[in-house]
């Protein structure tokens, strides 16, 4: 069993940053840690991933370049930075566990936290 909190979601302006966390417990925690959102009549979408044993990263598109996922191995975290945010990037936000398989699908992950709203502010 594994499981995912993330926390530090909120209400912030267009152009701000805020970062995201993921703490991580249980026996195993998969092969990778994504972070997805969703936003209300939207599908969940693929915002970046990254592996808890390698240097593999990987993002969205519509996030490259402004999103900068990383990791401390020693306290199980998962972080989020997001710069420059946009009123697009308002929706929950969830971070959850992968065995493998395309990290940018919804269906290589097996386990989900319960989301944490980020809500930008134009």
């Known amino acids: 069993q594994v499981q995912l909190v993330e926390s530090g979601g909120g209400l912030v302006q267009a152009g701000d940053s805020l970062r995201l966390s993921c703490a991580a417990s249980g026996r195993t925690f998969g092969s990778y840690i994504g972070w997805f959102r969703q936003a209300p009549g939207k599908e969940r979408e693929f915002v970046a991933a990254i592996s808890w044993s390698t240097s593999f990263t990987d993002y969205g598109e519509s996030v490259e370049g402004r999103f900068t996922i990383s990791r401390d191995n020693a306290k199980n975290m998962v972080y989020l930075q997001m710069n420059s945010l946009k009123p697009e990037a308002t929706a929950v936000y969830y971070c959850?566990?992968?065995?493998?398989?395309?990290?940018?699908?919804?269906?290589?992950?097996?386990?989900w936290g319960q989301g944490t709203q980020v809500t930008v502010s134009s």
């Open positions: 959850a566990a992968s065995r493998g398989g395309s990290t940018k699908l919804a269906r290589s992950y097996y386990y």
